[in-house]
């Protein structure tokens, strides 16, 4: 399939083009500071500096290995109570604290054991209440359901929006065949897809996280080509394809 390309990025009068160089700027700029963000938000949710598998995990899925509870009963608190009173407790706290064993069996212990200290010190979380008991209970389950639906639109929409007038401006290009073209202009929106659905996966699944990291450095990639193409050939190295006194407004 031989397709007429009627005219080019170099075609295009200077309004226009100071048109799209002017958004393009802005996008690409926008781009860098969404990167920025990621590695400053979800870089750091491992603890550590810089971008990983596990930051997506804990980002999206949580830490569900272990409440604080358990934690402290294994750590600082170990010495505070003897060790059958602490498996009791543990187990509670693995089978999800069921709040049926709350007054029967939890909160005597709780009351004898940990009460001395924690229900006493006013700096201490006083655990012999239940509500402040289920904070050190509770698991991280990651990103909630409702916020993944809330990013989720705005992404899918907002997103779109830029590669849209992107993927239009780089049809103007010239030097691709068809195929390769399409293919780059699809693509952001393949990877923002993708890059969605990998969220939920992952709040499912931790598995999944690879897939974060591959649907955001492909749709990166591929609107970065295409930037940079335009801008190149509308000021750089313009090629006509019509008479050069010609001109696209
Ligand atoms: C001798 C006093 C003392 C006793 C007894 C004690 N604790 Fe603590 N607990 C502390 C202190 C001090 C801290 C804060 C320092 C730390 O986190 O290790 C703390 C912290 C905690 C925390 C973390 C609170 C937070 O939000 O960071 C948990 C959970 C906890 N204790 C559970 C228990 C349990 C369960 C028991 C009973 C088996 C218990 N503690 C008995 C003194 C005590």
Redesign the pocket.
């Given at each position: 399939m031989k397709e007429i390309q009627r005219f080019t990025l170099g075609d295009l009068a200077l309004p226009t083009r100071m048109l799209f160089t002017g958004y393009l700027l802005a996008i690409g700029l926008g781009l860098l500071m969404a990167g920025a963000q990621i590695m400053l938000t979800h870089g750091m949710a491992d603890g550590k500096p810089g971008l990983s598998v596990d930051d997506i995990v804990y980002s999206y899925y949580g830490n569900r290995d272990g409440t604080?509870?358990e934690?402290?009963?294994f750590?600082?608190?170990k010495d505070?109570?003897p060790a059958e009173?602490?498996m009791t407790?543990i187990k509670w706290a693995e089978a999800g604290a069921p709040a049926e064993e709350w007054q029967g069996t939890i909160k005597p212990?709780?009351d004898q054991?940990?009460?001395?200290?924690?229900a006493n010190?006013a700096?201490?979380?006083n655990?012999t209440e239940k509500a402040v008991?289920d904070?050190?209970t509770k698991r991280d389950e990651g990103a909630s359901i409702a916020t993944l639906t809330r990013v989720s639109h705005i992404h899918l929409f907002g997103v779109s929006f830029i590669f849209f007038f992107v993927g239009w401006i780089f049809t103007y290009a010239t030097g691709f065949s068809t195929v390769t073209k399409s293919v780059l202009i699809v693509a952001p929106f393949a990877f923002l897809i993708i890059d969605v659905a990998s969220w939920w996966l992952t709040k499912m699944n931790p598995n999944f996280a690879w897939l974060v990291i591959i649907g955001g450095f492909g749709y990166s990639a591929a609107s970065t080509i295409m930037i940079f193409t335009s801008l190149y050939q509308m000021w750089i190295s313009p090629r006509h394809t019509l008479k050069t006194t010609q001109h696209i407004d």
């Open positions: 604080k509870l934690a402290k009963l750590g600082s608190m505070n109570a009173v602490k407790l212990l709780v054991y940990c009460g001395p200290c924690h010190i700096t201490l979380p655990i008991m904070q050190m």
